[in-house]
């Protein structure tokens, strides 16, 4: 079935091969949970479907993922799909009233961290990293590695899951479709290249350097035991599983929240980039972070900076 799926999408729509595995994904979830087969006929009946979808999703941008997911199911399909547009429209109005406000949700209340706390989860990660010796390293002994590399990167460069899609290696950035991270380690230098990420189509490719001292330190000490435990050379996955396959983006989100298990919170990358923005006040860093979460200063500022009293 994914792949029949996949093949439609791929006629029918214009989206990159990320977002068609997340739409494919995404709407045989909702039918399983449903408890329906993969067909016109069990999303025809809009009101039922929404009802579902509200009374098992509290989250209003969950609401309107799983509303976009048969939006684009209609769309591959060619049929009509005005009921669930409509329905977008009117949740994406809903969201922007509340984030304008820069008021958190209850959820964001419940599951927010401050910088401090953040700080504190580092320095815990940073003291529990194994010594490497020259012998190829467990996945355990990797993943302390993964996890203080992740945590650090994201307090400096705020992404989505796009370390999930994220190569890295020594080479020069070329011919690449994906996204890439390039280091020298002998000069302790690194450069991130963004191409595929959510809003690509308006902003198109970002680079910059991975220059913050933690960042920059933690993904050294990573890329040399991804490399003692891959035994790969050139261009390789960044972030992997215990398979030493590169995760999804779906499997980043749960990968991502581990790293907080000890504090009892549900982080997500999105929660990060709100704390992170929520905490700036220098208009130029303001700028420079906005570039890289490949938003708008606007966007930057009322989404996702939230009122800290």
């Known amino acids: 079935m994914t792949e029949e799926l996949t093949k439609l999408y791929k006629q029918n729509l214009t989206a990159s ?28 009946n809009f009101e039922k479907v929404k009802q579902f979808i509200i009374d098992n999703n509290e989250n209003l941008t969950t609401q309107k993922n799983k ?3 048969v939006n684009i199911y209609f769309k591959a399909n060619k049929v009509d799909n005005k009921k669930y547009m409509e329905w977008m429209m009117k949740i994406g109005d809903d969201i922007n009233d509340k984030q304008g406000a820069n008021e958190k949700s209850p959820k ?20 529990e990293l194994p010594e490497v010796n020259k012998e190829k390293p467990t996945y ?41 991270i390039r280091v020298r380690p002998y000069l302790k230098e690194a450069s991130m290249y963004l191409l ?55 499997n ?10 000890s504090t009892g919170k ?19 860093k303001i700028k420079e972070l906005a570039r890289i979460m490949a938003h708008s200063e606007e966007m930057a500022l009322n989404v996702y900076a939230k009122d800290l009293d």
């Open 17 to 44: 091969d990320s977002s068609i595995k997340a739409y494919v994904g995404n709407i045989i979830k909702l039918a399983k949970d449903m408890g329906k087969p993969l067909t016109i006929e069990t999303f025809e």
């Open 67 to 69: 509303a976009n997911s």
């Open 108 to 127: 964001e209340e419940e599951n927010w961290l401050s910088l401090e706390q953040l700080e504190t989860l580092r320095k815990k990660l940073f003291m």
């Open 140 to 180: 355990e002994t990797l993943l302390k590695y993964q996890q203080y590399f992740m945590l650090c990167f994201h307090l400096a460069y705020p992404l989505r899951n796009d370390l999930a899609t994220t190569r890295i290696g020594i080479e020069p950035f070329t011919k690449l479709t994906s996204n890439y």
């Open 196 to 250: 595929e990420y959510k809003t690509a189509s308006t902003y198109g490719k970002i680079q910059f350097a991975i220059d913050e001292p933690k960042a920059i330190q933690a993904l050294l000490w990573y890329y040399d035991v991804l490399k003692k435990y891959t035994l790969l050379k050139g261009k390789q996955p960044l972030i992997i599983n215990s398979e030493g396959q590169p995760i999804t983006r779906n």
């Open 252 to 261: 980043y989100t749960k990968h991502f929240s581990a790293i907080f298990k």
């Open 266 to 284: 549900n982080v997500s990358t999105t929660l990060i980039r709100k704390i992170v923005v929520s905490n700036v006040y220098d208009t130029k």
